[in-house]
């Protein structure tokens, strides 16, 4: 079994919005072990930064499917004793390459060790019948990319709220913990029906890069191309900018309904461009500006300007954008 706990000390999932300048509590990764089966060693520590440790799956009951993508199957659970709703990610071990177990591991490592009301909470994680299941924090309105599937557009009062909030736990994360997300998108943005917002699935650390692309993984470049800044884009170190890009583009797609570099001959507003063009957008184009004739305020334009600087040391930090007038 590994529980918050152990994993803190062994190292390092819309409704009605409301106010996210409430009180935050400012909150990388650990060394990786050999394969995902050496988690259950982690020696035990005092204390846990969670009021819920689950250790078994016998303390659950499955209600519903929630979804299933590239990392394993995500399923709703009610957690017996207390009554509460889980979400349960759900990996094959035996499925993985080990580089990949190593990966998962010092994600669940961050999970365990992050104190913030804008990072989803970690329960615990442990094998069954060769399975890891990944006990999180169950968000009830789904992800921003949800919001986005259904309503295609996100009102540009609620997305400040939004933004606000993904930049305080991006700053805990860059100031606090030293780890960049790697992974910023609408799909890894979680909302609830209180109207709360937290930043969920980590991106590998950066120590496991050099093995990721030595592995010729297909997954060498870690997190989702469409987000990527152009520094990386071109091979460049990940940095806590990087981040910062991709909640830009993030921000872009919520307001105009669009992602940015989509082909213009087409309407669908989908990412129709190959791989090899969207690359070439990125590091070529200037960087996106809503349409000069959308109903935006000056203030979200000048939000966008300020975080889409292809030139990484030029876009401000979290702590900095948290203060910018437009989300007052």
Known sequence: QLSAAKLRSSGSHMSQMTSPKASSTPQTSAGSTSSAGNILSLPTPPGSSSDLEIQRLDELTKI?????????????????????????KMVNAGEIAEIQQKAILLE??????????????????FHHDNVMHIALEYMNAGALSDVLEVRKTVPERDLANITWQVLDGLEYLHREMKVIHRDVKPSNLLLNT??????TDFGVS??????????GNKHTWVGTIYYMSPERVQGEPYRYDSDLWSLGLTIFECLSGRYPYTNREKSSGKKELSLWQ???????QDAP????????????????????????????SATALKAHGWLD
């Open 108 to 125: 669940l490592r961050t999970f365990a060790k992050c104190r913030n009301q804008h990072i989803v909470d970690f329960y615990g994680a």
């Open 206 to 215: 950066g120590e496991l890069q050099d093995e990721l692309a030595q592995s």
């Open 278 to 284: 969207l690359m070439r957008c990125v590091v070529e």
């Open 64 to 88: 519903a499917k929630l979804g299933q993508g590239s990392s394993g199957v995500v399923e709703k659970h009610l957690h017996v004793r207390t009554g509460r709703e889980v979400a349960v």
């Open 194 to 199: 209180r109207g709360a917002v937290k930043i």
């Open 289 to 316: 500006q809503l349409p000069k004739e959308a109903d935006f305020t000056e203030e979200v334009r000048a939000f966008l300007a300020t975080v889409l600087q292809k030139i990484p040391k030029n876009r401000p």
